[in-house]
């Protein structure tokens, strides 16, 4: 299936879910922030590792992006009542729109991995990254309690940068308990990454 046919099929599955979602403005913009700052890493990383699983995260969150971006525009249509308003509320629509702007411009970067390069580049780096960024199924040990619970940062050296729970996302989620089905999107070492399986299965 092409990019614009996932997108769409992203973005249809997306707007069904929140298109009649009543929200404030401050919320989405707070949403559509810790989107612009998630998407960058996992696009990097999707390209550094050739990984499609986050490649998936990407669009997804990128449709989710564009969404945002409907309702924020819809919002600031029902507020604006004069010229003066509608002054206010453009530099909210801007702010929203460069969010916007950088999950496209993530999305676009993860098209690099459908040309399945090889280049001498890559391996070196692959060695030399201190960190990066893996999409782990939470097991049943780790339902129920959060990652601070679990001392997964001091434990494994690692962070839980979000969790994915069905089609919505929890950002920073530090208190946030893990229950069943979740997937965590994780940053650290390699080391570390392997030292998470033991919090999570064993």
């Known amino acids: ?3 614009l046919g996932r ?3 992203w973005r249809r599955e997306e707007r069904r879910k929140v298109e009649y979602e009543a929200r404030n ?6 949403e559509m922030k810790d989107i612009s700052e998630l998407i960058v890493d996992l696009s990097y990383s999707a390209i550094l590792f050739n990984n499609e699983d986050l490649v998936e995260e990407v669009k997804y969150l990128e449709a989710r992006m564009d969404t945002l971006n ?3 525009r819809m919002q600031a249509m029902l507020a604006a009542r004069d010229a003066e308003d509608a002054a206010k509320l453009a530099g909210i629509l801007q702010v929203a729109e460069a969010a916007e702007t950088i999950s496209n411009a993530a ?3 993860t098209d690099i991995t459908k040309l399945k390069l090889e280049h001498p580049l890559i391996p070196s780096l692959f060695r030399e990254s201190d960190e990066i960024i893996v999409r782990a199924r939470v097991g049943q040990k780790a339902y129920g309690r959060s990652a601070y619970d679990l001392h997964i ?3 494994t050296g690692c962070k839980v940068i979000a969790i994915r729970r069905e089609n919505s996302w929890i950002f920073a989620p530090k208190n946030e308990p893990f229950a069943e089905g979740d997937i965590a999107l994780v940053k650290g070492t390699e080391e570390g990454i392997e030292k998470l ?3 999570f299965y064993e």
């Open 107 to 109: 999305a676009d970067i």
């Open 197 to 199: 399986r033991e919090v």
């Open 7 to 9: 997108k769409r099929i």
């Open 153 to 155: 940062r001091s434990r």
């Open 1 to 3: 299936m092409s990019r």
């Open 25 to 30: 403005v401050r919320e989405i913009l707070k």
């Open 70 to 72: 409907y309702g924020i």
